[in-house]
């Protein structure tokens, strides 16, 4: 059976702000009755557990004012745990968002696989197109992990149009 292992910041119950959280349960829970599932995501606690089909790890979550930092806080909370919850035998890496792709990115360059990155939006979306310092190296991380990703799934009609920049 193929093994896909999906990095996401948000999964419910224990980790939702939006929208995003409920899109990839339901993904996930529609691919586990064809393909062996583990999903990692932050939450109040380390820990494993079933949800229906799907191997669910959940790495210790403390946000950060500057979201850069926070990606690389997960980044290094779910490196420093892969050993004992990654697959080895993983198939490819399945990445929902930019800061979730970052981590896919490294993971699959690890194990030599393939990633492929779910975009629900983008920074020119969330941020209206306002130029700072910040959107600027979000647009930076997106552009880095979108454009080496084997596929980019758009999610969404606005989150299509805005790759075409970010990619170009």
């Known amino acids: 059976m193929v093994k896909v292992l999906h990095i996401s910041t948000e999964y419910p119950p224990h980790r939702v702000i939006g929208s995003l959280a409920f899109q990839v349960r339901d993904l996930i829970m529609s691919l586990s009755s064809k393909y062996d599932i583990y999903l990692i995501h932050p939450a ?10 799907a191997h669910v790890y959940a790495v210790s979550d403390r946000w950060f004012s500057d979201v850069v930092t926070y990606m690389h806080y997960l980044l290094v909370e779910i490196l420093s745990r892969s050993p004992y919850v990654i697959p ?5 890496v399945h990445a929902h968002d930019w800061i979730a792709a970052v981590i896919a990115k490294v993971i699959s360059q690890r194990l030599k696989i393939p990633y492929i990155v779910s975009v629900y939006s983008t920074e020119p979306l969330r941020s209206g197109d306002d130029i700072s310092l910040l959107s600027l190296a979000i647009r930076d991380w997106e552009k880095y992990t979108f454009s080496s990703a084997f596929r980019v799934i ?15």
């Open 44 to 53: 109040n606690f380390d820990g494993n557990y079933m949800d229906g089909n």
């Open 154 to 168: 758009a999610h969404n009609k606005s989150a299509y149009e805005s790759l075409r920049f970010i990619t170009e």
């Open 88 to 92: 080895r035998d993983a198939d490819f």
